[in-house]
């Protein structure tokens, strides 16, 4: 065997060997290379997506509770004055009440002490007349002078 020989059957199994993986391996393995490299830049893009987004609803998160927050004190705030409207409503309810029973009281008051005055008046016009008989000694006839027992209760 001759060196020169298989040197040279050598080189031309290397350069065909080449040429077959530049023809057949090579674009394979650049498509594939290049399809793997979009994957992973796609994945990128994604990530990056995927962070605004979540910051995008962490600051909506923020923004809504910060809103509720509002409306809740709002209507905490509503309930309290609705309350002490209600707790006005009531004293201005029990002073119309206390009021009502107070007037009641005075005019049930009112309407003894007249009737007292009249039970007065005509037991003083009995002690009158029985004081009458016992100076005058004579026996004096209520039922006939009941004009002038009357005219004298009403006088007392």
Sequence with gaps: MNIN???????L???????????FIWPV???MMEEREKKIADGLEAA????????????KAVQQMSEAKKDAAEIIEAAN???SQIVEEAKDQARVEGDRIKAAAEADVEQEVSRA??????KVAALALAGAEKVLGA??????????????????
């Design 117 to 122: 005055k009249e039970e007065l008046r005509g």
């Design 5 to 11: 020989l298989t040197l040279i059957g050598q080189t």
């Design 29 to 31: 393995l650049i498509s």
């Design 48 to 59: 990056e997506r995927a962070d605004k987004d979540l910051e995008l609803a962490q600051h």
């Design 81 to 83: 004055k609705r309350a």
């Design 139 to 156: 026996s004096i006839d209520a039922q006939a002078n009941s004009e002038l027992v009357n005219q004298l209760a009403a006088d007392l």
């Design 13 to 23: 199994t290397f350069f065909v060997f080449i040429w077959f993986c530049a023809k």
